[in-house]
T-cell receptor, first 117, second 112 residues
């Protein structure tokens, strides 16, 4: 079975500080992709970063980086130099390999991040 | 470049009715995915289309269906609506792979 766990329902971070949002996953497949999305209060989902299970290096996109620890099955999102606009819900997700023509997609329950001025 | 558009933005239906939601992807994008978001079940993947073919689907009953047209626009249809179908329906498009998707603003469906 494929599962994503985000254990932090809510977090606070001071503006300009770095913050780590936790994500652990469970799968028996060697091939998978891990994603992070941001959803501000407006509701529109924003793709942030992607990490493939065979990628040797941690993914980075601007102020976002994914701390991928395969042995521990964790894919934590690190936001450097937090900004007020980073206040939002953050979702971790996983796509498994294609099996029988279909690819399982699983989302975590999300972490609500609030950036304090 | 215009983003992903979804119509309508808000919709109110009653149980037993059917509904069709529309999604226009970013120009040139051939992959369209649909997601359902509810307070109880969270985010769930519905289906994905690529070049008019369903490439992937989630675990939803047959009441949920979709299609993609030759211009990559996509529609999803829910028949025999139930109260539990009340949700935010999100559409996302990408060039080919789903590794970088762009989302629309969503359609908020309320079933009374």
């Amino acid at each position: 079975a494929q599962k994503i766990t985000q254990t932090q329902p809510g977090m606070f971070v001071q503006e300009k500080e770095a913050v780590t949002l936790d994500c652990t996953y469970d799968t028996s497949d060697p091939s998978y992709g891990l994603f992070w999305y941001k959803q501000p209060s407006s509701g529109e989902m924003i793709f942030l970063i992607y990490q493939g299970s065979y990628d040797q290096q941690n993914a980075t996109e601007g102020r976002y980086s994914l701390n991928f620890q395969k042995a521990r099955k964790s894919a934590n999102l690190v936001i450097s130099a937090s900004q007020l606009g980073d206040s939002a819900m953050y979702f971790c997700a996983m796509r498994g390999p294609y099996s029988g023509g279909y690819q399982k997609v699983t989302f975590g329950t999300g972490t609500k991040l609030q950036v304090i001025p | 470049k215009a983003g992903v558009t979804q119509t309508p933005r808000y919709l109110i239906k009653t149980r037993g009715q059917q509904v069709t939601l529309s999604c226009s992807p970013i120009s040139g994008h051939r992959s369209v995915s649909w997601y359902q978001q509810t307070p109880g079940q969270g985010l769930q993947f519905l289906f994905e289309y690529f070049s008019e073919t369903q490439r992937n689907k989630g675990n939803f009953p047959g009441r949920f269906s979709g299609r993609q047209f030759s211009n990559s626009r996509s529609e999803m249809n829910v028949s025999t609506l139930e109260l539990g179908d009340s949700a935010l329906y999100l559409c996302a498009s990408s060039l080919t792979s789903v590794n970088e998707q762009f989302f629309g603003p969503g359609t908020r469906l309320t079933v009374l």
